[in-house]
């Protein structure tokens, strides 16, 4: 099993459409959950992150840790072709200061 | 910052040829990750070094891949010999890695590799 298990899509969407991307981990000490999002062709970006349960808001965005589940989610709200990118959710685990990664979903917002 | 910076940008090679990534870190990072991407396994993590020293290196598929750190601001990922199932994306990323654990990791734009 892996350490993170992400759907890896693709997912397509109209514009406006609000997107809710999960992924699951095993690991129940994990602490620091993060997601980043990567265009085409480019390097990871860090998105949001959030720090054992609970919710964080940034505009559009909202990510949410259920530690009693191991559930990690991302909403994006009235969603726009320039959300398109494929969004990575992580752990870093913090007993080996190792960043572990979902297999990304691709998410493709149609205008 | 100009930040993490990956060399080359694409590279076309031969079975069986000696490959060297490079990657130089945003300065005053300490922690260096080499991950390799493919459609079907996602960011893999190949090593990481904590303050030039390599801590992890679990995820090196085989013997025909080496990192090398040999100062704190340069990184070295070699394959030799070259094969076709190493065609990949390379990336690298640094952190400047905290008591805290809340730290960013910071991705390169990442090397396409071809091995044909």
């Known amino acids: 099993q892996k350490e993170v298990e992400q759907d890896p899509g693709p997912l397509s969407v109209p514009e406006g459409a609000i997107v809710s991307l999960n992924c699951t981990y095993s690991n129940s000490a994990f602490q620091y959950f993060m997601w980043y999002r990567q265009y085409s062709r480019k390097g990871p970006e860090l998105l949001m992150y959030?720090?054992?349960?609970g919710n964080k808001e940034d505009g559009r965005f909202t990510a949410q840790v259920d530690k009693s589940s191991k559930y990690i989610s991302l909403f994006i709200r009235d969603s726009q072709p320039s959300d398109s990118a494929t969004y990575h959710c992580?752990?870093?685990?913090?007993?080996?200061?190792?960043?572990?990664f979902g297999t990304g979903t691709r998410l493709k917002v149609l205008a | 910052d100009a930040g993490v910076i990956q060399s080359p940008r694409h590279e076309v090679t031969e079975m069986g040829q000696e490959v060297t990534l490079r990657c130089k870190l945003i300065?005053?990072?300490?922690?260096l990750f080499w991950y390799r991407q493919t459609m079907m396994r996602g960011l893999e993590l190949l090593i990481y070094f904590n303050n030039n020293v390599p801590i992890d290196d679990s995820g090196m598929p085989e013997d025909r891949f080496s990192a090398k750190m040999p100062n704190a601001s340069f990184s070295t990922l070699k394959i030799q010999p070259s094969e076709p199932r190493d065609s990949a994306v390379y990336f690298c990323a640094s952190s400047p890695r905290s008591r805290s654990g809340n730290t960013e990791a910071f991705f390169g734009q990442g090397t396409r590799l071809t091995v044909v």
């Open positions: 300065s005053g990072h300490n922690s």
């Open positions: 992580a752990t870093l685990d913090s007993g080996t200061y190792k960043y572990i």
């Open positions: 959030t720090y054992s349960s």
